[in-house]
């Protein structure tokens, strides 16, 4: 089974900072990956999907890249809703353990 | 309006059964991806199943065999069978839907989530 690896485990940043957050496959899988946002109590929201590409309704200060086995997460500028906790999912397959993105 | 409702989550003896249902509207399942994730109490999050609209389904290793992923198209309704319950099978779990346009290349990204239901193995 492939495993996926986010870090760091937790980021504390303060709002209007640039947070950026890995993820690492134990093998390729091309860009079949997505990013979720997760609140506490709440469902998963998909921000980004196929790697890079942004979900409908997302702020654009989210941002995905990277393809094989590296890939990263971007907010481009902290707001207070986007303290939560994201995890990268490969595609019909296993999650990341999750970042925690936290006030500073 | 999406929606996705899961329900029949509670507490049961290890070895037990549960069926867990998802109800959807806005939308017909038997022409969607459906998944269902579960996420242990203060843990990460885990893929559990998928059924893909022509029918074909997926499990992960941690359930394969004692899970079973359906759906009825005459109630728009998704269900997950639970065998043989564990104690690590205690989990809020939630379905989750992708539409045609969320599936790239065939490759598909739930996009619509239920709020989740829990699950309690314990004696």
């Known amino acids: 089974d492939i495993q996926m690896t986010q870090s760091p485990s937790s980021v504390s940043a303060s709002v209007g900072d640039r947070v950026t957050i890995t993820c690492r496959a134990s093998?390729?899988?091309?860009?079949?990956l997505a990013w979720y946002q997760q609140k506490p109590g709440k469902a998963p929201k998909l921000l980004i999907y196929?790697?890079?590409s942004l979900q409908s309704g997302v702020p654009s200060r989210f941002s995905g890249s990277g393809s094989g086995t590296d890939f990263t997460l971007t907010i481009s500028s902290l707001q207070p809703e986007d303290f939560a906790t994201y995890y990268c999912?490969?595609?019909?397959?296993?999650f990341g353990g999750g970042t925690k993105v936290e006030i500073k | 309006e999406v929606q996705l409702v899961e329900s029949g989550g509670g507490l049961v003896q290890p070895g037990g059964s549960l069926r867990l249902s998802c109800a959807a509207s806005?939308?017909?399942?038997?022409?969607?991806?459906m998944s269902w994730v579960r996420q242990a109490p203060g843990k990460g999050l885990e893929w559990v199943s998928v059924?893909?609209?022509?029918?074909?389904?997926y499990y992960a290793d941690s359930v394969k065999g004692r899970f079973t992923i359906s759906r009825d198209n005459a109630k728009n309704t998704l269900y997950l069978q639970m065998n043989s319950l564990r104690p690590e099978d205690t989990a809020v779990y939630y379905c989750?839907?992708?539409?045609?346009?969320?599936?790239?290349?065939?490759?598909?990204?739930?996009?619509?989530w239920g709020q989740g239901t829990l699950v309690t193995v314990s004696s």
């Open positions: 989750a839907r992708a539409s045609a346009m969320s599936c790239p290349n065939g490759v598909c990204y739930p996009h619509s």
């Open positions: 806005g939308f017909t399942v038997s022409s969607n991806y």
């Open positions: 059924i893909y609209s022509g029918g074909s389904t």
């Open positions: 093998q390729g899988i091309s860009s079949w």
């Open positions: 196929a790697a890079s």
């Open positions: 999912q490969q595609a019909n397959s296993s």
